[in-house]
Structures are given as structure tokens and as C-alpha cells.
């Protein structure tokens, strides 16, 4: 009788790679808990164009390989002055490891492996070799902070196919490697609608929900001359946003906020999500200009929401317009 598994039952762990396309096994400590994770490959199919004569084609051929990933987790800490579970995934995402759990932007690209275990061992494990982060999404004011990452990988190897891999798709594995026997996990939830939100200096108490989106431009390079899979890691310019919603209102602030966005005056913004110390997130979003609102009359005050609007750094050098901190 063929075993299934509970999607309750994965497990997520994440390596960073020293070299693009390399699988590093992972252990204990590089557990991460998760809500959801998207794992595929995508095989092109070939077909001849040419005309048969007949309305019927002849079957292709395999092409080039490529995959996606994408996950969707709490926004957690470790404590105690510990690095997160997910911070193979903020380093991809800033494109540096963190000082003192702070992390501000670099020009490098990191690539990284993503491991789906699941019971019983006999299915097919899977990893994601030489995955880079392309978008990651940070919702505030939900009840519990969340945020999502999603990208692109070299290739996903799975354990039932590891011996009829070809050397690319094997990552440098000499086997695929058995799950870590005791997982490590760590994090308090946060509170998603917990924290402040201070734009231009001002805090906006009247906040409802505010989103940061960031697209890293990082992508794989998939159309080398005799190569069937992404042969390096790329990048192109960053494009990073925030956007919220608040209670529309006659304060100096709130006005205030409306002449720079039509001004396209640079603002800054900060954004602290929860309340206990060493529990906490802050997004620094610099040199923002503002969408300007749009007002809904369709709840019972009048909303004013502020679109996704671009932030930018303060010089070249600088590279400052997003940081994230734990604190």
C-alpha cells in the first residue's frame, strides 16, 4: 500500500551556499518553521514548428530546467540575542548577513538551499539548489506578523530521483542527505498589529494596515549556450515600497502627509512591529515618495489609503533606503 504524507508534517530547513549550484546538508539549527512552501521544477517541452503534412505533431524533446520556490512564515525572532530561524532567507534578501542582528543592503547576491522533509522518509524529500529571493512581502497589522518570500532555483532535486540524476541536479551531493534527527526551533509570536509606525516623524495612531514590498531584482541566468540548467545568479535594480492605510482626519500630520505626496517631498518611515524586547522588528524605509491617497467612503469613516510608493536611497554609496533590525 503506497504511503501519503499530511502536509502538517513537512519540515523546512535552509542552507546558504558558498558556491552558486552547491547544496550545503543541512542540521539541526537550520530548521525553520513555516505556514506554506511551493517547491517545483518546470521541463520545457521542444516541438519541430515544422508542418508534418498532417494535423498531428511528433513528440519533443526535454529542454532547458528551471524552478520556483516561494514560502509564506511568521515573522519570529529567536531571542536572546539569537539570529532567527529564517535568517538564510534575510540574508538572500539584503544581499548580507546581519551585524548585531541588523541588516542593510549589499550589492552581493547570496543564493541558498531549501529542504522540504516530510514523514514517512520514503517520500520524495526535496531541496531547491541555487535559489535566489526575489520578492519578499511584509503585511503589518494582521493578528499575527507574518511576511512571504518568493524566488528562483537552480533545480529541485528530490531523493527517489537522487540516483538517476545527472552531476548538476545532484548539487555536488554524494547522497541526499538524511533528515537532522532533532530540529531546533525558537521565536515568541509577535502580534502583528502590536508596535508604532512613525512616516515623516509623525507616528500615525489612526493606522490600520501598511505593507512593505521588496523586489531585489535578482534573478538566475538561464539561457547559457550548452547548459540545460541557470548557470549563475544575477541582479538588476532594486525596486522597494511601502504602503499603508490609515483613518482619513484633519490633523497637522495627516495633512502634513498629503502636501508631500503631491509635492513628492522624500520621507522617511519606521515601522516597529511588537512590543517585547528582544521580540521585535524595525523596517527602516528612507527617501519615500508618496502615491498620492485615494479616499474611500465606503466604511463608516472615510479612509485614505496611500499606494505602494517607491523609496529610494540617499546616495549611491549609501545603499540605505530599506534595513531591518531585531531589537
Known amino acids: 500500500m503506497s504511503n501519503f504524507s499530511l502536509a502538517r508534517n513537512e519540515r523546512l530547513y ?3 551556499e558558498s558556491t552558486y549550484g ?3 546538508a543541512p542540521g539541526n539549527s537550520n530548521y525553520c518553521r513555516h505556514i ?5 521544477n518546470k521541463v520545457a517541452l521542444l516541438n519541430r514548428r515544422d508542418k508534418t503534412g498532417t494535423r498531428s505533431v511528433m513528440r519533443g524533446i526535454r529542454g532547458r530546467a528551471e524552478a520556483k520556490w516561494s514560502t509564506e512564515m511568521s515573522l519570529v525572532t ?3 540575542g539569537a539570529n532567527p530561524d529564517a535568517t538564510v532567507l534575510f540574508n538572500m534578501l539584503f544581499g548580507a548577513a546581519p551585524t548585531s542582528r541588523a541588516w542593510s543592503l549589499s550589492d552581493s547576491i547570496i543564493t541558498g538551499n531549501i529542504w522540504s522533509y516530510r514523514t514517512p522518509s520514503t517520500l520524495d524529500q526535496r531541496v531547491g539548489l541555487g535559489a535566489v529571493l526575489q520578492t519578499a512581502t511584509f503585511t503589518l497589522g494582521q493578528d499575527v506578523a507574518e511576511w512571504t518570500a518568493e524566488g528562483e532555483c537552480m533545480y529541485v532535486l528530490g531523493s527517489n530521483f537522487y540516483s538517476a540524476a545527472d552531476a548538476t541536479q545532484k548539487g555536488g551531493l554524494g547522497s541526499f ?3 537532522p534527527g532533532a530540529p531546533v526551533s525558537a521565536g515568541d509570536i509577535i502580534a502583528g498589529f502590536t508596535g508604532s509606525i512613525v512616516v515623516d516623524g509623525v507616528t500615525l495612531a489612526e493606522i490600520h494596515t501598511a505593507t512593505i514590498k521588496v523586489n531585489t531584482g535578482n534573478a538566475l541566468v538561464k539561457d547559457t549556450f550548452g547548459s540545460y540548467y541557470a548557470t549563475r545568479a544575477e541582479g538588476d535594480e532594486r525596486n ?3 504602503g499603508f492605510t490609515l483613518d482619513d482626519n484633519d490633523s497637522v500630520g495627516h495633512e502634513t502627509l498629503k502636501e508631500v505626496a503631491d509635492s513628492k517631498t522624500a520621507i522617511d518611515a519606521v515601522v516597529t512591529v511588537g512590543t517585547v524586547t528582544d521580540n521585535m522588528f524595525t523596517f527602516t524605509v528612507k527617501n519615500i515618495q508618496l ?4 479616499l474611500d467612503d465606503n466604511q463608516r469613516l472615510f479612509r485614505a489609503t496611500y499606494g505602494d510608493s517607491r523609496a529610494h536611497a540617499t546616495s549611491l554609496s549609501l545603499k540605505d533606503e530599506f534595513a531591518m533590525a531585531i531589537s
Open 78 to 80: 529567536s531571542g536572546s
Open 14 to 16: 535552509l542552507t546558504q
Open 36 to 40: 506554506k512552501l511551493g517547491l517545483n
Open 22 to 24: 552547491t547544496a550545503v
Open 177 to 179: 542527505p538524511a533528515e
Open 240 to 242: 522597494i515600497t511601502f
Open 291 to 294: 502615491e498620492s491617497p485615494d
